[in-house]
C-alpha cells in the first residue's frame, strides 16, 4: 500500500451525553471547559488535520448547538446509534455516508492526550503500509485468564521488570478503513499488523467512565504541566 493522503482520512470526535456509567459527561464542568470541546480544540490546533476533514458525529441538540461554534463538520447521527447496540456500522453510520478512504477516531474522555501524540499518530498511519493502526500501551505485569492460568511468562520473581512486555488498548486513537467498517469490520480481523499496533504513552491516555476519574482526571489536567 502507498503511503495515504491526508486529504482522504475523516477526522471523527463521536459524542453522546446519555453515557449509562456518568451521565452528560461530555459537557459536565471540567477545568474551566468541558470533554467535548477541549477535544474539538485538539484538532483545531493541529498543523496537520485539515479543518474540513474534521466531524462532530453527533445526535444531541445541546451538543451540536455548541460543535456549530466551530469551523468543523457536524454529521448527524440517528437515535439507533446512541442506543446500545454493539454493531459497528449502526455505531458509526458516518462509515458508510462520508465521501472518505479512511477514518481516524478520538476519545473525548482522554483529555490528557496532547495534540503532539495525536500528530504523531496521523503521521504514522500516513505512512503504515497497514490499513488500520490501534493505539496502545506497553505494559509488564503479571496476567491471568479466566482459568487461572498465567498469561504473561513467570521470570521466577515477582519483579515486574523482568515480566515480558504485553500491550494494553490505550482506548485513545484509533485509525482504520472506512469501507470496512461500513461493512462491519471494526480495524481488521485482529490478527498480527491487523490493526498495527501503536504505542502511547500512559499518562496521556486516562480515560474517563466513572465520577473518580472524572475528578482526579481533572486535577491531573490542571496540573499536567507539573505532573505530565
Known amino acids: 500500500m502507498d503511503n495515504k493522503n491526508i486529504k482522504d482520512i475523516c477526522f471523527i ?8 456509567r456518568l451521565p452528560g459527561k461530555m459537557l459536565k464542568p471540567f477545568a474551566d471547559s468541558n470533554l467535548f470541546e477541549i477535544t474539538i480544540n485538539k484538532l483545531l490546533d493541529s498543523d496537520l488535520i485539515p479543518n474540513d476533514n474534521i466531524y462532530l458525529s453527533l445526535y444531541d441538540d445541546e451538543l451540536i448547538d455548541i460543535g456549530k461554534k466551530y469551523p468543523v463538520n457536524i454529521f448527524h447521527r440517528t437515535k439507533e446509534s446512541v442506543s446500545e447496540t454493539k454493531e459497528p456500522r449502526v455505531v458509526s453510520q458516518w462509515s458508510w455516508k462520508l465521501p472518505h478512504k479512511y477514518c481516524v477516531t478520538i476519545n473525548a474522555c482522554t ?5 503532539e501524540t ?46 515480558d512486555s504485553v500491550y494494553e488498548a490505550a482506548h485513545c486513537l484509533y485509525a482504520g478503513s472506512k ?50
Open 13 to 20: 470526535i463521536q459524542a453522546r451525553l446519555d453515557s449509562k
Open 111 to 115: 483529555p490528557l492526550l496532547k495534540v
Open 118 to 163: 495525536i500528530n504523531s499518530f496521523v503521521r504514522h498511519y500516513l505512512k503504515s503500509k497497514n490499513e488500520s493502526l490501534f493505539a496502545v500501551h506497553n505494559i509488564k505485569n503479571f496476567y491471568w485468564n479466566m482459568d487461572g492460568h498465567l498469561i504473561t511468562k513467570y521470570p521466577g520473581s515477582l519483579d515486574t521488570k523482568l515480566v
Open 179 to 228: 469501507e470496512k467498517l461500513s461493512n462491519n469490520i471494526y480495524l481488521g480481523d485482529f490478527t498480527k499488523n491487523n490493526p498495527e499496533l501503536w504505542e502511547v504513552n500512559e499518562n496521556e491516555t486516562f480515560d474517563i467512565d466513572y465520577e473518580w476519574q472524572f475528578n482526579i482526571t481533572e486535577i491531573l489536567y490542571e496540573n499536567r504541566n507539573r505532573f505530565l
